[in-house]
């Protein structure tokens, strides 16, 4: 067995790795394909390509289907009843690369809501990080 490559198969394998990100470059720049004939108005053909790399060995059932489709769900925060597009859901999973099998749970006054207060609570663990280090550089 060959344990020690070439200059040459290396240069060759980098090339080869470049053009298969390229390509995938290429793939998640491209505008959505259009649907077959069988999703009607309001649904958006999936990209299984684009999907977030998850280790399952099931499909979401809207990557089975092939399209995305309005999803009517409640927000678990203030109980109104939300509509989650399939253009949104195909910007949730193939965009933003959200994993394959989270949905939509909160609407959009909930979700910046929860964005605001997990900012703070980040930043106050860390500013208590940063208090508690420099107490111990002090007692130095
Ligand atoms: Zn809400």
């Given amino acids: 067995m060959k344990t020690c490559k ?3 198969q290396r240069r060759d394998e980098l090339r080869a790795a470049r053009r298969r990100r390229a390509a ?3 793939l998640d720049l ?4 259009a649907v077959p004939a069988r999703p ?4 958006v053909a999936v990209c ?16 089975r289907r092939g399209w995305y489709e309005d999803v009517a769900f409640r927000c678990k925060d203030c109980g109104a009843d939300c509509l989650w597009t399939a253009e949104r859901q195909r910007w949730w ?3 933003a ?16 809501a929860e964005r605001r207060r997990v900012a703070c609570a980040r930043r106050a663990q860390i500013e ?5 280090a420099a107490r111990l550089a002090a007692q130095d």
């Fill in 24 to 26: 995938k470059r290429a």
């Fill in 93 to 95: 999973y193939e965009v």
């Fill in 40 to 43: 009607g108005a309001g649904r």
């Fill in 6 to 8: 070439s200059g040459k």
């Fill in 97 to 112: 690369k959200g994993g394959i099998f989270t949905s939509a749970r909160r609407c959009a006054a909930c979700r910046a």
């Fill in 48 to 63: 299984v390509e684009r999907l977030a790399p998850d280790n399952s060995y099931d499909l979401p059932a809207y990557a």
């Fill in 30 to 33: 491209a505008p959505p394909q």
């Fill in 128 to 132: 208590g990080k940063l208090r508690k």
